[in-house]
């Protein structure tokens, strides 16, 4: 998508690997426009092992992912199908369950 706000924030951004810093962490400094420095450090991010996603975080992200592929309806029915899956006959009904209609 060619957002022009969100290209000029992108054009402004310098990532920096560090090798201290795990997957799961983030340390992130932004420079504001007045010239304040803004610094966050996150010891263990969501979705960690240390702090796993809920089943409420889990739909909010799939929903955000799926909408615009899979109708509302179906978005929902898969979630259920997902949270059930151990009362499922087979695994492939999740499957087929994702294909768009």
């Keep these: 998508m060619q957002v022009p706000t969100i290209i000029a924030l992108r054009d402004k951004v310098v990532p ?8 799961e962490q983030v340390d992130m400094s932004v420079t504001l426009k007045d010239g ?5 450090y ?3 991010g969501i979705g960690s092992r240390e702090a ?34 151990e009362k499922l006959p087979n695994a492939a009904a ?4 994702a294909i768009p209609t």
Excluded: S
């Design 36 to 40: 304040r420095k803004v610094h966050k």
């Design 42 to 44: 996150i010891e263990h």
């Design 52 to 85: 796993p996603m809920t089943n409420a975080n889990l739909e909010t992200k799939f929903v955000g992912l799926a909408e615009g592929i899979l109708a509302t309806q179906q978005i929902h029915e898969l979630i259920d199908l997902c949270l059930g899956v």
């Design 94 to 97: 999740i499957a087929k369950a």
């Design 16 to 23: 920096v690997v560090d090798a201290a810093i795990k997957p």
